[in-house]
């Protein structure tokens, strides 16, 4: 299986109230017909923020939501949603003999089944497939019915996310290695790229666009915020209050503030 980088739902859930359970409400309204949403797919459901608000606005839907990361699941079961409306999974999207096509019964790892979904629904879950953004795009297509829908927010690239990634990495230079650094800079999408994304998995684009936000927030906070949301260590990661204590002191300790730009692409695209 995929590895993977969440171990905090707490620390998630606490920290990401006024971002990304914002995105997951705002991408749960991108479908243009919800009514008629019979079988719905999600990727990357985490702690199940967008997995409950799907259930708000889909009226008729079951949904299938999908995690690589056990920790995050178990948060997202322990919101005790309706069992006939909705089933999580535990698997990578990514994995071989998961929703490549091939798949002929729901007990493969993605627990999906080619062609059978009116909708895909993905909350700040596709960048964490990079580099794998065409096969995860071709893969979703072939999820879905003729006619269905992909709505998802990814991050996003912006001027101002771009700039903030630098000024992040210049304060961070001395406690994370250089790879891990730029990492997360080398996932964010302009709208551009991902129409092209689209077209090249046979997709129509019907609506793609860039959402950003400026938060003012406490050294601290945004540290705790970036540790819980996959942080910037792809190996040898210190222990959670470690990791924040790091990261605080290299933002200038626990008094500063931190201009936070976070950006993000919302689709809308047609199989
Ligand atoms: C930032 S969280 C978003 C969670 C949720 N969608 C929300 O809106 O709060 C990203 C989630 O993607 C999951 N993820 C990352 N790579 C994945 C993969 N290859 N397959 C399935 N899930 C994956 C992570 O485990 C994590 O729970």
Redesign the pocket.
């Known amino acids: 299986m ?1 590895d ?1 980088r ?1 171990h905090t739902p707490e620390a998630y859930d606490k920290a ?1 109230t006024r971002l ?2 914002r ?2 409400s705002m991408v749960a309204r991108l479908h243009p017909r919800p009514d008629t949403v019979r079988r719905a797919y999600e ?5 199940g ?2 997995t409950e608000e799907l259930l708000g606005v889909l009226p008729q839907a079951r949904i299938t939501a ?4 056990a920790e ?1 699941l178990r948060r997202a079961r322990d919101r005790g949603l309706p069992q006939d409306r909705v089933e999580f999974r535990l698997g ?3 994995d071989e003999g998961g929703a490549d096509g091939h798949d002929r019964d729901a007990g493969s790892p993605a627990g999906a089944v080619e062609g059978r979904y009116d909708a895909v629904f ?4 596709l960048h ?2 990079y580099p794998e953004y065409s096969r995860c795009f071709t893969r979703i297509r072939r999820l879905l019915a003729p006619g269905g829908v992909l709505c998802a927010a990814m991050a996003g690239r912006t001027a101002a996310a771009d700039a903030f990634d630098r000024r992040i990495e210049e304060a961070t230079r001395a406690v994370l290695p250089p790879g891990d650094r730029a990492d997360f800079n080398r996932r964010r999408t302009t709208d551009a790229q991902v129409a092209e994304l689209a077209g090249a998995s046979g997709f129509s684009v019907e609506d793609v666009f860039l959402v950003e936000r400026h938060h003012t927030m406490s050294a601290p906070a945004y540290a705790t915020w970036w540790v819980a ?2 942080g910037p260590w792809s190996t040898d990661r210190p222990e959670e209050h470690e990791a924040v204590a790091t990261l605080t002191e290299a933002l200038g300790g626990v008094g500063a503030e931190v201009e936070l730009v976070h950006a993000s692409t919302f689709m809308v695209l047609r199989a």
């Open positions: 995929t993977h969440w990401t990304q359970q995105n997951a990727l990357g459901c985490g702690t923020a967008l999908l995690d690589v990361s995050m990578s999207f990514l993905s909350n700040a879950a964490w497939l949301s996959g």
